[in-house]
């Protein structure tokens, strides 16, 4: 309702959850609502995350897909879950390389919507969940896991996130 014609907006998912995310946006948007001709990126974050030196193990890092520049442009940037906000913050740091968009707008799956780190909110959400600190979500996709599921569920005993 916001972008009757996607003329000047262009699609983001953040590497690698978003992307899962924003790959069916895309899709819905092209192939049942023939809405096309709008640029789709996907962005790598990994290097402008605030913690990317103080990890434990190895960044895993994606490839950007950015054929495009946001330059002027509605940019939708789409994620997976929204707990801290620090994800975002690394999105936008990372977009800036790509010009300055007119407007930004926020996409989500789940909204953690407590213990935010960074004052963002999503102008878009599939759920809000009020999850404890010490609480996780996860989403799992049909393409991956078998079937498309969002679990919320307790850290270990020892407060280690469980392994799926």
């Not at 895309?26 to 609502?33: G, K, Q, R, S, V």
């Not at 599939?126 to 979500?137: P, Q, S």
Request: charged letters at 30%; one cysteine or more.
């Amino acid at each position: 309702e916001d972008h009757v014609d996607f003329e000047n907006v262009c699609l983001v998912g953040i590497q690698a959850r978003g992307v899962l995310l924003a790959d069916r946006i895309y899709a819905h948007l092209t192939e049942n609502l023939g809405i096309d001709n709008f640029p789709y990126g996907k962005l790598d974050i990994s290097f402008y995350r605030d913690d990317f030196r103080t990890r434990k193990k190895p960044l895993t890092v994606n490839e950007n897909e950015m054929d495009f520049l946001v330059e002027k442009k509605k940019v939708i940037l789409v994620d997976d879950v929204l707990y801290s906000g620090r994800t975002v913050q690394a999105a936008l740091t990372a977009l800036n390389h790509y010009g300055r968009p007119d407007t930004v707008e926020l996409l989500v799956l789940v909204d953690r919507r407590f213990h935010r780190e960074i004052p963002v909110s999503p102008d878009y959400c599939g759920i809000t969940v009020d999850a404890l600190e010490n609480e996780y979500v996860k989403v799992f996709w049909e393409h991956i896991n078998g079937e498309d599921e969002i679990l919320l569920f307790p850290a270990n005993e020892d407060g280690s996130t469980p392994q799926f």
